[in-house]
């Protein structure tokens, strides 16, 4: 909004609707929002603020005053699959990688890694899959590789740990 006062200024309470300014502290809702002159200037915005206020300074009210702006949020469920990857089949390591998908009982391939891992460890952070060192059927790995399960894909840009490794707890 600041960017472009007299542009913009007229969405700031419709945006403003959708913030639960009952949820943050008195400090910040008094000091920084409800000082600030855009929000002064505007009725409706001030009326969003002395909803947050009276909903902080009257607790045995709060169960009148339910609604959008009072709800905490619910964490949102990320992707919840299992994930078979690599391993050792008919006297080879593979690098095939399969999906089993618990709301409908399915396994199905995926993308598979760059190379045949037996032994490999992984890991899941910023839900992406790591795939970390292994053993090819030849020699042991310090490779690794993530997976991101939304878009089917490897990427190999990870850089390689410092000494190879095989049936590793990551």
């Known amino acids: 909004i600041s960017c472009d006062v007299q542009q913009r200024k007229h969405y700031l309470p419709k945006i403003l609707e959708h913030v639960r300014f009952p949820l943050m502290t008195a400090r910040f809702l008094v000091n920084t929002v409800g000082s600030d002159p855009l929000i002064r200037a505007d009725q409706t915005c001030r009326d969003l603020i002395d909803e947050a206020k009276d909903y ?7 169960s009148s005053m339910q609604g959008p702006r009072t709800r905490r949020r619910k964490p949102i469920k990320t992707c ?3 994930l078979a990857v690599g391993g050792w089949c008919s006297g080879d390591a593979i690098a095939s990688v399969e999906m089993y998908d618990p709301s409908n ?3 199905r391939t995926v993308a598979p890694m760059s190379k045949r891992r037996c032994g490999v460890g992984v890991a ?10 292994g053993h090819d059927g030849v020699s042991y790995l310090n490779s690794v590789e993530r997976f991101d399960v939304q878009t089917n894909q490897w990427n190999h840009e990870v850089a390689p740990t410092s000494s190879c490794r095989t049936c590793s707890n990551i």
């Open 80 to 82: 919840e699959v299992l």
């Open 56 to 62: 902080l300074l009257l607790p045995q009210e709060r």
């Open 105 to 107: 009982n399915e396994w």
């Open 124 to 133: 899941v952070l910023n839900n992406l899959l790591y795939a970390v060192g």
